[in-house]
Nanobody
């Protein structure tokens, strides 16, 4: 398993931005598909955005499309989730996860049980 650490969460007002980071030690994240997931209280965990390992193709949930951007910085061994125009409904604990990819980037984000390495999560709260 890969040891992942998320950071960058916080409390912001609607319309503001945050950038989440997902880093790892001892492994090269460029070899892994990375997903960002979130779970709000009382709701199931949902796939927010994923990035494939072979071609860096990306997937976004409809709820975040046009507002969130996933990217890699291989020099820093880090995957980012830039979140702009945050909404109240984006409030959740955000997790990054890693997988040796064997499927499409959309399936990475929408099929349960594929990822076997998870970070501890970082809280994002959007409140006015």
């Amino acid at each position: 398993q890969v040891q992942l650490v998320e950071s960058g969460g916080g409390l912001v007002q609607p319309g503001e931005s945050l950038r989440l980071s997902c880093s790892a030690s001892g492994v090269t994240l460029d070899y892994y598909g990375i997903g960002w997931f979130r779970q709000a209280p009382g709701k199931e965990r949902e796939g927010v955005s994923c990035i494939h390992s072979t071609d860096d193709s990306t997937y976004y949930a409809d709820s975040v499309k046009g507002r969130f951007t996933i990217s890699r910085d291989n020099a820093k061994n880090t995957v980012y989730l830039q979140m702009n125009s945050l909404k109240l409904e984006d409030t959740a604990v955000y997790y990054c996860a890693a997988i040796h990819v064997i499927t499409t980037v959309e399936n990475m984000c929408t099929t349960k049980g594929l990822f076997n390495s998870w970070g501890q999560g970082t809280q994002v709260t959007v409140s006015s």
